[in-house]
């Protein structure tokens, strides 16, 4: 037996995604943790590349657009969030053989799992947790004696006891890597669910290579070597296995470019067909004697396709001319001198380039349509022609991604009215980029809809809720407005009401009309003309009024003592909310009190009415309340 597996390494080379106690780890262990994260990285790698294909195909059988949308979503979270978890899964792993490396501080027991920490709605905890112990249960039950193997060689070289439960590479912990690092991801238990299964397909469906490598490197430096090797399972009987090398030698089989139709599909499509029998023969096909004729296959009309596909206008004055029966017409006459023989389209490709080309004309046709928009979508007619070549199931599908794409961008662009310059535009500009990326990029793959379907329904979400928002903030402002007027013409109302026909000081006049009227005004607007604060806000004018008004007696002496103190302070309190100029207000006390105190030595003394020093104000006409009137940096003295 070798012992340097046994020896410490102290100054072992540090990993970027390692801490300092990873030193404690012999290097054998450190080369089984780097050969289980390449397989790990390649397993999650697999998961993602093929998560997209499994939510679309859920959204496409989904009985509803909201079901449908939801997986959409789901699609764009995980790919912007791809990275992130993958990053999080190695950082978890990493992690674990950090505490492998470290010593006990209390009693040896398995840590507990938990499975909380997965952003799942808590409703669905108990759905979540058979999910996963199912998984754990499956890799026991398959790779159960490679995994006890791989621990009790682990446990030969590590200073913290191991179980299968608490070994880094165990699926308990795996799962709970995968878990941690899905925190992030803000989709509902259904999409959760399915992410899981695909997790258990890619990912944990090879840990029998993964404990085998492991077992086969311990072994190869002494390790137990007398343990029992458990046989790996043959690559075959791995669910979701990846394409290997060996793959790749095995005799090639013939693999049609369009898939047979199903019954369903070929019903519609038949039913299509005879509706359109009578335009069948018009450009691109004009039939020639049966002897001469040679219809092109359909990989022979994509490359046709794919080349006019390079030569679409892109000016929207030209766009208008271009006929692509026509165009087509044309390339397959230079085909046929070329080749010396008549060649022509087969009649079911040339019931779909009619089919396709009704489509369009229909759609281009509606007059709500506005012309800038019009040009982008008529470039779209060769990249929906090459799909619906390839997949007859778009004429009797109606979730499918090209044509679920070409309605919602009809459907946006109905009623848009583009700006001077529509190029700065957020839906034209969204338009132009689908456009251009699919007669850059489209040759026949057609997830390619898939995922422009997703951004373009992310987008028109995101333009419809700020929209609302901003149509929410009009009516808003609307309303604002409408209960401002209102509230003026209360004011002005009751304003009107105590002023007109009396004679009142000039000073007591103008702070009523520009400093009074504002804060009555937001009085109204704050509480309502039926609050309390409204009803005293009145109550101070008129005691205001009253007070300078000329009055005869023992008993109005005495109630304007008693006013006097209550009316300041109600005046005072009343031109600070309003946040009326300070300088003016004090103005304003000085020649008030100085208007009280005449008004109490008048009674007490019996003088005659008409002091020459009040200067006096007959209010003969209507107040009108402007935007002056609540200028409260206006003085009125």
């Known amino acids: 037996m070798q012992n340097d597996g046994k020896v410490v390494h102290l100054n072992a080379a540090a990993d970027p995604a390692a801490s300092a106690p990873l030193a404690r780890l012999p290097v054998v262990v450190l080369q089984v943790r780097d050969k289980a994260a ?31 949308n939801l997986f959409f979503e789901a699609m764009r979270d995980l790919r912007l969030k791809r990275k992130n978890i993958e990053r999080g899964f190695l950082d978890k792993f990493y992690e674990a053989f950090v505490r492998v490396g470290q010593y006990d501080t209390g009693p040896s027991r398995p840590a507990p799992l938990n499975y909380d920490k997965l952003a799942l709605v808590p409703n669905e905890e108990l759905e979540r947790t058979v999910a996963l112990d199912s ?16 621990t009790t060689r682990l446990n030969a070289l590590v200073p913290r006891v191991l179980t299968d439960d ?23 238990i259904k999409v959760k669910l399915i992410i899981l299964k695909l997790f258990d397909r890619y990912v944990l469906s090879d840990t029998d290579h993964l404990y085998f490598d492991a077992n086969q490197l311990l072994i190869a430096t002494g390790i137990l070597p007398e343990l029992k090797v458990a046989p790996a399972r043959r690559a075959d009987d791995r669910p979701g296995r990846r394409r290997t090398p060996e793959d790749d030698t095995a005799p090639a089989q013939a693999m049609p470019l369009e898939e047979p139709l199903d019954d369903s599909v070929r019903e519609v499509f038949t039913a299509l067909q005879e509706l359109v029998h009578q335009v069948r023969g018009n450009p691109p096909v004009r039939r020639e004697p049966a002897a001469t004729v040679m219809p092109i296959s359909t990989n022979d009309l994509m490359r046709l396709l794919s080349h006019l596909q390079q030569y679409v206008p892109q000016q929207p004055e030209h766009s208008e001319d271009y006929d692509l029966r026509q165009q087509l017409e044309q390339l397959l006459n230079r085909v046929s001198l070329k080749s010396g023989k008549a060649r022509v389209v087969g009649t079911v490709d040339e019931d779909v380039i009619n089919l396709v080309a009704m489509l369009f004309e229909f759609i281009l046709d509606d007059r709500n349509l506005p012309d800038s928009l019009r040009a982008l979508i008529g470039r ?5 022609l090459k799909v619906a070549v390839l997949d007859k199931s778009f004429f009797s599908r109606s979730n499918h991604p090209a044509r679920r794409l070409l309605n919602e961008i009809a459907q946006a662009a109905m009623g848009w009215s583009g700006r001077d310059d529509s190029q700065r535009d957020a839906l034209h500009g969204r338009i132009d980029q689908i456009v251009q990326r699919l007669l850059n990029d489209f040759v026949d793959d057609t997830s390619l809809f898939s995922e422009l379907l997703v951004d373009f329904l992310a987008f028109t979400a995101e333009e419809r809720r700020r929209s609302e928002l901003l149509e929410q903030r009009t009516r808003d402002a609307e309303e604002g407005r409408a209960r401002a007027e209102l509230a003026r013409l209360h004011v002005q109302f009751e304003l009107n009401r105590r002023l007109l026909g009396k004679t009142l000081p000039q000073v007591v006049v103008r702070l009523l009309e520009e400093a009074w009227s504002k804060v009555l005004l937001l009085t109204w607007l704050k509480h309502g003309e039926q609050a309390p604060e409204w009803q005293a806000a009145l109550e101070t004018m008129d005691d205001l009024v009253w007070s300078v008004e000329p009055h005869d007696g023992i008993q109005a002496r005495n109630r304007l003592l008693s006013l006097v103190p209550g009316l300041l302070k109600a005046l005072r309190e009343g031109l600070t909310s309003a946040a009326f100029d300070p300088f003016a207000t004090s103005d304003f006390f000085s020649q008030l009190e100085a208007l009280h105190v005449q008004a109490i030595q008048r009674t007490a003394m019996a003088l005659q009415q008409g002091d020459d020093d009040i200067a006096l104000v007959r209010v003969e006409s209507e107040i009108v309340l402007g935007a002056g009137a609540f200028d409260g940096g206006r003085g009125f003295a």
């Open 166 to 188: 608490s070994n880094p590479l165990g699926p308990a912990m795996l799962c709970d890597y995968f878990v941690q690092a899905g925190q992030t991801l803000g989709v509902e």
């Open 38 to 68: 390449q397989q790990l990285r390649e397993g999650l790698q697999a998961l993602f590349d093929n998560a997209d294909d499994t939510l679309f195909e859920m959204a496409d059988k989904a009985p509803s657009n909201n079901e449908q």
């Open 380 to 384: 779209l007619q060769i990249p929906i």
């Open 135 to 150: 998984m754990v249960n499956k890799v026991l039950a398959r790779d159960g004696l490679s995994l006890t193997q791989l």
